[in-house]
């Protein structure tokens, strides 16, 4: 019997995961998001369409197109994800960018960098503001500084 429910279980997710592939082979992307990314996204604050890449390359396209709203909302659920995953924050449903901030009360400097790009999000998401090049830029051009801040990271 346990042979059997655990047969059915292995076809039952295979199925699953060839259905995602032709979807995705349909639609002519190609999602690069692992299972684990995958999860994370659904965390977000906001709903955040899956890219056809990672989420700092569909912020880059949207920049390069001049679409800086767009950009900011890929850029700023790159970096929450990026803190998620090193466990810095807790990325959870119904949590407020502020919640996100007080976790990062004991790094000042990397809470004050994401407070920079999250107040430029929130101005152009809930605000629906153009946020325009200059500003966009301002957040874009402190990335590698976050990533410089992020644990683990080389000095």
Same mark, same amino acid.
Request: some cysteine; aromatic content about 6%; glycine content about 6%.
């Given at each position: 019997? $346990?042979i $059997? /429910?655990?047969a059915?279980a292995y /076809?039952l &997710?295979r199925a699953f995961i060839?259905? =995602?592939q ?6 002519g992307?190609?999602?690069d998001?692992?299972?684990?990314? @995958?999860d994370?996204? #659904? ?7 899956r890219? $056809?890449g990672?989420l /700092? %390359? =569909? $912020?880059?396209f949207?920049? =390069?197109?001049?679409? !800086? +709203?767009e950009a &900011?909302v890929?850029?700023y %659920?790159?970096e929450l994800? =990026?803190?998620?995953k090193?466990?810095v924050?807790?990325?959870?449903r119904?949590? *407020?960018?502020r919640?996100y901030?007080r #976790?990062?009360k004991?790094?000042?400097r990397?809470?004050e960098l /994401?407070?920079?790009?999250m107040? *430029?999000f929130e101005? @152009? !998401? !809930?605000?629906?503001?153009? &946020?325009?090049r200059? +500003?966009f830029e301002?957040?874009?051009n +402190?990335? %590698?500084? !976050?990533n %410089?801040m992020?644990p683990?990271a080389t000095a």
């Open positions: 019997m $346990a $059997a /429910l655990a059915i /076809l &997710i060839l259905r =995602e032709r979807l995705a082979t349909r639609q992307n190609t999602v998001i692992t299972g684990t990314q @995958a994370r996204v #659904e965390h977000l604050p906001v709903p955040v369409r890219p $056809a990672d /700092l %390359s =569909e $912020a880059r949207h920049y =390069e197109n001049g679409n !800086f +709203r &900011i890929y850029l %659920s790159h994800v =990026e803190l998620d090193l466990q924050i807790h990325l959870a119904g949590k *407020t960018n919640q901030l #976790e990062l004991t790094r000042q990397l809470r /994401l407070e920079q790009t107040v *430029t101005d @152009a !998401f !809930f605000g629906q503001l153009d &946020i325009g200059q +500003r301002t957040c874009w +402190r990335l %590698s500084e !976050f %410089s992020l683990g």
